[in-house]
């Protein structure tokens, strides 16, 4: 079935680090791939989002490039803020109106 | 801008009791969706209304029941509540009329069952 995989955390990085949160997806067709984020005790927020192949989402910061080739859709920001300490979640969904299927989560640890 | 409103944001229960569960979507969203977040865990989808009506169903207990009213908003009743239905409940919305497939959150429900 469909399926999202993220790498696996906690990621613990330094501020103004690079930052790469890998997710890959498998699927029959062409879904559309989203980023969300959870800071601690909050919602889930839309981070991004890209609805076919080759596009490219970003907000903030952060960005992420729909592969189909590969079927991955990596998180990236160049310069990571304390602020950006979070949850984030990759997920796809295939229809409007339809499910999002998420991934596991992967955690990331600013310090100062 | 207007959010997805839920209510209680928490709310603590004995097993065996009763829940309901309340959702306000996004003015002029007309989909609503309920996911479950247990602790550590990645959203799982329960169930989704289009217009008042049922769309999609994923892995909700038949102890759970949902609708959606004529004002769009919706409810999720959790009956016989069990030790392992202590979670985050989120409500999302969408317009599919808008033809947009993002779905936007809520801040959850913080469902304790003792």
């Known amino acids: 079935g469909d399926s999202v995989t993220q790498m696996e955390g906690p990621v613990t990085l330094s501020e103004e680090a690079f930052l790469t949160i890998n997710c890959t997806y498998t699927a029959t067709g062409y879904p559309s791939l989203f980023w969300y984020v959870q800071y601690p005790g909050e919602g889930l927020q839309l981070l991004l989002k890209a609805t076919k192949a080759d596009d490219k989402g970003s907000n903030k910061g952060f960005e992420a490039t729909y592969r189909k080739e590969t079927t991955s859709f990596h998180l990236e920001k160049g310069s990571v803020q304390v602020s950006d300490s979070a949850v984030y979640f990759c997920a796809l969904l295939y229809n409007q109106g339809g499910k999002l299927i998420f991934g596991q989560g992967t955690e990331l640890s600013v310090k100062p | 801008a207007a959010g997805v409103i839920q209510s209680p944001r928490h709310l603590i229960k004995e097993k065996r009791e009763t829940a309901t569960l309340k959702c306000y979507p996004i003015?002029?969203?007309?989909?609503v969706y309920w996911y479950q977040q247990g602790p550590g865990q990645d959203p799982q989808f329960l169930i989704s209304?289009?217009?008042?009506?049922?769309?999609d169903k994923g892995s909700i207990p038949d102890r759970f029941s949902a609708q959606q009213f004529s004002d769009y908003h919706s409810e999720l009743n959790m009956s016989s509540l069990e030790l392992g239905d202590s979670a985050l409940y989120f409500c999302a919305s969408s317009r599919l009329a808008g033809d947009t497939d993002t779905q936007y959150f809520g801040p959850g429900t913080r469902l304790t069952v003792l």
């Open positions: 209304f289009y217009e008042k009506m049922q769309s």
């Open positions: 003015p002029r969203h007309d989909t």
